[in-house]
């Protein structure tokens, strides 16, 4: 019985040294937004990382840029997004594991247009690069004033100095002083995934794994408090293939 034990521990030990050799020893993605999401995502990620002994490093690079970087191979995944990128962008593959509800909130200049809504609302900004955004604004007609902006701060300022009437958010509510008020209007929520290139598929396992064994740990839970990040409406069980849809 005791070599029986001893051959099955042996077996295991030399699967998870194959497995390990097959991993990646450094990766790059693009750096998070500023949105308590984005940044929750990074510092989790980064510890998931660490623990499977992959230096992760995050660098600077347009929001809108880096899904084209990404399914080229330049950058190796996308920090977090929606798993409908994966249709535009087949080179990503998602992790099993929902890292936070990306939720969509439309903000009205309520002085301007108190009765408005994304129907009928004048003008609007957002952050480019969100394909969650741009799919919804697709179907708004093409006389509306829609204006992209490279980041969350410059989309806030159109708003706030009433240069748009309106501005929507992905994964970001707003909380700022204005000399108008503003209505929010929720819109929708999705699952977000963090996306890998799919080169590193040998990977999706192993870092879903050790991101459920944060989760355990309570890791994860302070960081959702540090942040300010609800848990997630649903979490996949092991095994289970990603949803794009709650």
């Known amino acids: 019985m005791k070599w029986l034990l001893l051959f099955s521990i042996m077996i295991l030990s030399v699967s998870y040294a194959e497995t ?8 790059q993605f693009r750096e998070a937004l500023t949105s308590p999401a984005a940044q929750y995502s990074q510092a989790l990620l980064s510890e998931a990382y660490r623990r499977l ?8 690079i347009p929001f809108g840029r880096s899904l084209l970087e990404s399914n080229k191979g330049s950058l190796d995944g996308e920090l977090a997004r ?60 093409p006389s509306r004033q829609v204006i992209s902006s490279g980041s969350i701060e410059s989309t806030k300022n159109l708003f706030l100095t009433g240069k748009v009437d309106a501005v929507i958010f992905a994964a970001y509510q707003l909380n700022a002083q204005s000399e108008f008020p503003i209505s929010e209007q929720f819109i929708f929520s999705l699952p977000d995934y963090h996306l890998l290139h799919r080169d590193h598929s040998a990977l999706l396992q192993p870092l879903a794994n050790m991101l459920f064994q944060l989760e355990r740990e309570g890791f994860t839970e302070n960081l959702r408090l540090h942040f300010g990040i609800a848990a997630p409406s649903r979490q996949l069980q092991t095994g289970q293939q990603p949803f794009a849809y709650y």
Request: proline fraction near 7%.
């Open 20 to 27: 390990a050799e097959t991993l990646p020893s450094k990766l």
């Open 82 to 141: 929606v798993l409908d990128v994966t249709k535009h962008y087949p080179n990503l593959v998602a992790v099993p594991y929902v890292l936070f509800d990306t939720k969509v909130y439309l903000y009205i200049n309520q002085q301007r247009c108190a009765k408005c809504s994304l129907e009928d609302v004048p003008s609007l900004a957002y952050v480019r690069g969100s394909l969650v955004l741009e799919e919804i604004l697709k179907k708004l007609p």
């Open 53 to 60: 002994n992959i230096d992760a490093h995050f660098i600077d």
